[in-house]
């Protein structure tokens, strides 16, 4: 089992930058796979960044969603058992709750897929 609690969230300009952190507990951090979510007010939660460790190069392998894609990036540091996303040229749209997740298999982007949740934390990009 793992918990997850995310931390950097704030009002930031449109144009600006913002990073998320989520920590980890528990030793096995390494062995999931890693998500990023975001949710606005009246809308479903959405897919925003995902790291996979390959099965067979043993290296990460980073997904995003179209629409953060070139502005967003992920990563994570095993050693700290931390999860990261860092924000730039953010936009009004971005405004959302943000929460990481962990998964031990499924699909990257179905939040159905994620066995662990943090409990979010407010970003909201002013325009």
């Known amino acids: 089992q793992v918990q997850l609690v995310e931390s950097g969230g704030g009002l930031v300009q449109a144009g600006g930058s913002l990073r998320l952190s989520c920590a980890a507990s528990?030793?096995?951090?390494?062995?999931?796979?890693m998500g990023w979510f975001r949710q606005a007010p009246g809308k479903e939660r959405e897919f925003v960044a995902a790291i996979s460790r390959s099965v067979t190069t043993y290296y990460d392998i980073t997904y995003y969603a179209d629409s953060v894609k070139g502005r967003f990036t992920i990563s994570r540091d095993n050693a700290k058992s931390a999860l990261y996303l860092q924000m730039n040229s953010l936009k009004p749209e971005d405004t959302a709750v943000y929460y990481c997740?962990?998964?031990?298999?499924?699909?990257?982007?179905?939040?159905?897929?994620?066995?662990?949740w943090g409990q979010g934390t407010q970003v909201t990009v002013s325009s």
């Open positions: 528990g030793r096995t951090f390494s062995s999931y796979n």
């Open positions: 997740a962990a998964r031990y298999s499924g699909t990257y982007r179905d939040s159905r897929s994620y066995n662990y």
